[in-house]
Nanobody, 116 residues
Framework: QVQLVESGGELVQTGGSLRLSCAAS????????MGWFRQAPGKERDYVAR????????NYADSVKGRFTISRDNFRSTVYLQMNSLKPEDTAVYYC?????????WGKGTLVTVSS
């Protein structure tokens, strides 16, 4: 059973930084991607970033390019999201995602609040 556990969300001021973590367990996939999505209050869940686990290629939503960096630790099966220059509009619950073979697995989310 795939489990994704996020951590690192908290209250931060505008311009500040946070690093989110997502630890994955319970799978033996070898070719998959992991990513981050976010959902602000009253809005749909939006894509943020993705990393291809084996190759390390990355992709970002335009809204976070240049500010956020996704990375991985193969040994710890953990994906990170380094968020810099945070803005109030980055406030959301951030969800970790694992995608393999057309299947999506989700964590429960971690709340990031950016105060103005």
């Amino acid at each position: 059973q795939v489990q994704l556990v996020e951590s690192g969300g908290e209250l931060v001021q505008t311009g500040g930084s946070l690093r989110l973590s997502c630890a994955a367990s319970g799978h033996t996939f070898t070719s998959y991607t992991m990513g981050w999505f976010r959902q602000a209050p009253g809005k749909e869940r939006d894509y943020v970033a993705r990393i291809w686990w084996t190759a390390g290629n990355t992709n970002y939503a335009d809204s976070v390019k240049g500010r956020f960096t996704i990375s991985r630790d193969n040994f710890r099966s953990t994906v990170y999201l380094q968020m810099n220059s945070l803005k109030p509009e980055d406030t959301a619950v951030y969800y970790c995602n694992l995608r393999m073979g057309g299947m999506d697995y989700w964590g429960k989310g971690t709340l990031v609040t950016v105060s103005s």
